[in-house]
């Protein structure tokens, strides 16, 4: 599987401006059984609101061509299997896909028989590792929503396992593109001199806790500083969350995770040439746009060895928070 060191990834990566409203428009008859072969797109996992926002920008009845002409036509409903916040959402969004057209299957088997790429979207990080060995056997291209899986571990078998069957595969947070990143990874603050980011950290208890939502600000941070993190220390408090990051370079970055107050998204970016803020979350477009350009080129956006790196940053965190704040290297996940 062909690896994108950050300069490839920022050529790669497009930012559009604000994405486009999903707002659904107009109603359909019936499945999309007569997609263009090639842009059939399949959901696995219908318990959470990403495969309803994706399915409303893909299925639009509107003349725009951001996405190519891809549809989702069938969806597997099974994602988390156990947690009650996500297996209570099952039925209405699976009521809202079928209103736009979308077959629903019983299996993923019979899923792949009808796609042509995936989008894995099971709220579930435990269960992506089970659901994206079948795909990846199928050699059908795949997005993994965040996150990717519920631990390192897991992680790197979904990876290994798509190098083994020649299958292009990302994952990412839609926070990847928030307002004011595209200024980031163009150039505009010069060298990164480090960051701080900030988002909702809500726990589970099913994962290691930044792996539920705390990711989402912690994947903003690694867009901007790219990979080399050697340590995390992690702050614990029952409301909030801070995570410091020493990168191998000297550079430092920080993550506040929040637990009480507004729940809002945000960072500054400390440049050479100048300092920014990060600006405002502009829905799931821009991914998706990001998402439609993978399915057509089979060249991922984000480096596996990144989406890696995340997934070690959050567990060496939580052994921090066991060992009372301590510095922990990487490389105690990373074997």
């Not at 003349?63 to 549809?71: A, D, H, I, Q, R």
């Not at 590792?129 to 631990?151: H, T």
């Not at 080129?297 to 060895?305: I, L, T």
């Amino acid at each position: 599987m062909k690896q994108l060191n950050r300069r490839n990834f920022i050529k790669l990566s497009a930012f559009t401006g604000a994405g486009l409203s999903l707002g659904f428009h107009g109603a359909y008859a019936g499945p999309f059984k007569n997609s263009q072969k090639g842009k059939r797109v399949g959901i696995i996992g219908l318990d959470t609101s990403h495969s309803v926002a994706f399915t409303k920008s893909l299925n639009s009845n509107t003349s725009n061509t951001e996405f190519l002409g891809y549809k989702v036509v069938a969806a597997y409903p099974q994602g988390s299997k156990n947690i009650k916040s996500s297996v209570d959402r099952v039925p209405e969004y699976t009521k809202n896909v079928k209103e736009q057209g979308v077959e629903i299957v019983d299996s993923i088997e019979a899923l792949l028989e009808k796609v042509d790429v995936v989008l894995l979207e099971s709220n579930d990080g435990r269960v992506h590792l089970e659901q994206a060995i079948p795909v990846l056997k199928a050699g059908k291209r795949m997005f993994i929503d965040k996150p990717i899986a519920a631990s390192y571990k897991d992680a790197k078998a979904i990876f290994d396992l798509a190098e083994k069957q020649n299958v292009a595969i990302f994952s990412s947070s839609s926070l990847r593109y928030i307002n004011g990143m595209d200024k980031v990874l163009n150039g505009e603050v010069g060298e990164i001199l480090g960051a701080h980011t900030y988002s909702p950290a809500h726990l589970e208890a099913t994962h290691p806790d930044m792996f539920w939502y705390g990711i989402h600000g912690i994947e903003m941070l690694f867009t901007i500083m790219g990979t080399g993190c050697e340590s995390v220390t992690r702050v614990h408090q029952e409301d909030v969350d801070v995570l410091v990051g020493k990168w191998k370079d000297g550079r430092i970055g920080t993550f506040r995770g929040t637990r009480s107050g507004k729940s809002d998204y945000g960072g500054t970016v400390f440049g050479k040439k100048s300092n920014l803020k990060l600006g405002s979350f502009k829905g799931y477009d821009p991914l998706l746009k990001e998402i439609v350009k993978f399915f057509d080129s089979g060249v991922a956006p984000v480096d596996p060895q990144e989406t890696l790196e995340i997934c070690a940053f959050i567990e060496a965190a939580d052994r921090s928070k066991e060992n009372k704040g301590s510095s922990t290297p990487l490389e105690t996940i990373i074997k």
